[in-house]
């Protein structure tokens, strides 16, 4: 290193001023030549000097840069973490939007919670609203065994009962190749229900088709809703009895009243 290398002239300057000193002692040189080498010490010291502030302005200067790398590393790295938080808010953010255009998506789609036929479809218009508790359709299951509804007059619920035989005519169908199918009533609703739009009160009967019956169709599907006229067995009758039967309700009605 050049500091070391002055140190060195240094130290052979001053062991070579000592020598002329004692040299001028005894007047064997002249005072300049030890004037000239006081002055070669004097220039080299003073390098020395200049090489070893230099040295420290390197060093204070390295030292600076040091600091500002890790100022950097520091404001890189607090970046780096801020946007990441930033980017951890958005994908929270966008998970939520997700989640909730899901569920605004199941809501639009709606499903049956299995397949079947719909029947008395309410919703006719696309995009419209539907308030809670709306009834969009009916879905009667495929697997479902299919009861047929028929309505019963007052005057003759009287007559019916469970397991009672019955038939159907299926009217949708050609009365010519589709017969007449056996049935037998499932159960008899214990109200008395009246038609919307007319008034009329009737009893509800529900009636099914005899799996015995059904090789009839001929491999003709019944859906829901398909008209379906419904006969009940209430019993055999005579030509008389059909004369006799207003006579005793007549006579059973006067024993009654008081």
């Known amino acids: 290193m050049q500091r070391d290398a002055k140190a060195e002239s240094i130290d052979l300057v001053t062991q070579q001023l000592a020598d002329f000193a004692s040299l001028l002692e005894k007047r064997l040189i002249n005072a300049s030549q030890v004037t000239a080498i006081k002055r070669e010490r004097a220039e080299l010291v003073g390098d020395r000097g200049g090489l070893i502030s230099q040295v420290a302005q390197t060093k204070e200067a390295i030292s600076e840069k040091r600091v500002q790398i890790l100022q950097l590393d520091e404001e890189f790295?607090?970046?780096v973490l801020s946007d990441l938080q930033n980017i951890r808010s958005q994908i929270a953010e966008l998970e939520e939007q997700e989640v909730a255009a899901q569920d605004r998506l199941k809501r639009i789609d709606i499903r049956a919670p299995q397949s079947g036929y719909v029947h008395q479809?309410?919703?006719h218009t696309v995009g419209g609203v539907i308030a809670p508790g709306?009834?969009?359709?009916?879905?009667?299951?495929?697997?479902?065994?299919?009861?047929?509804?028929?309505?019963?007059q007052p005057v003759d619920v009287d007559q019916l009962q469970v397991g009672q035989d019955?038939?159907?005519?299926?009217?949708?169908?050609?009365?010519?190749?589709?017969?007449?199918l056996g049935a037998a009533v499932l159960n008899v609703s214990p109200d008395l229900t009246r038609?919307?739009?007319?008034?009329?009160?009737?009893?509800?009967?529900?009636?099914?088709?005899?799996?015995?019956?059904?090789?009839?169709?001929?491999?003709?599907?019944?859906?829901p809703?398909?008209?379906?006229?419904?006969?009940?067995q209430t019993g055999e009758r005579t030509v008389l009895s059909y004369f006799i039967k207003p006579m005793q309700d007549q006579i059973a009605h006067a024993l009654k009243e008081k």
């Open 77 to 79: 790295l607090e970046k």
């Open 121 to 123: 479809l309410n919703v």
């Open 134 to 152: 709306d009834t969009l359709m009916l879905v009667v299951p495929e697997d479902s065994d299919l009861v047929i509804e028929s309505r019963v």
């Open 166 to 180: 019955a038939y159907v005519r299926l009217a949708a169908f050609d009365q010519r190749t589709t017969p007449e």
């Open 195 to 223: 038609d919307e739009v007319t008034g009329e009160p009737f009893y509800l009967a529900r009636l099914k088709i005899l799996d015995s019956e059904m090789p009839k169709l001929n491999g003709q599907t019944l859906v």
């Open 225 to 232: 809703g398909m008209p379906v006229e419904g006969f009940i």
